[in-house]
């Protein structure tokens, strides 16, 4: 049987999708070359610091997750899409935060599609 979604539905997918990219995009660009041009750089929860960043289940989930991405991370990051998302970016201490996370980066790329 067809299974027939909203438009609504397919959207919040695709913003939820690519979210969790730019996440393991930042967290890939972090571990490998110490800074990020996308995203937040990710920091693990300590001495009561809540942390940011891509969250794993656990060390295997994240090896699974950056093994099967790493290629396409790769591939974007010569990109324009890249340079677009990277342009729009708005870190917190930047600007005043927006939504809960303080920064909002699919608002940015609907504004350059």
């Given at each position: 049987m067809q299974l027939k979604y909203g438009e609504s539905l397919i959207r919040l997918r695709f913003i939820d999708y690519m979210t969790r990219f730019v996440s393991l995009a930042a967290y890939y660009e972090c571990e490998?070359?110490?800074s990020t041009?996308?995203?937040y750089p990710t920091m693990e929860y300590k001495e009561g610091r809540l942390g940011s960043?891509?969250?794993f289940a656990?060390?295997?989930a994240k090896t699974r997750e950056m093994?099967?991405?790493y290629k396409r991370i790769e591939a974007w990051r010569g990109s324009e899409?890249?340079?677009i998302a990277a342009r729009v970016s708005v870190r917190p201490s930047e600007t005043p935060a927006r939504?809960?996370?303080?920064w909002s980066?699919?608002?940015g790329l609907a504004e350059n599609i």
């Open positions: 490998r070359f110490g041009r996308v995203g960043g891509a969250v656990d060390e295997a093994a099967s991405n899409g890249y340079e939504g809960l996370n303080g980066l699919t608002a």
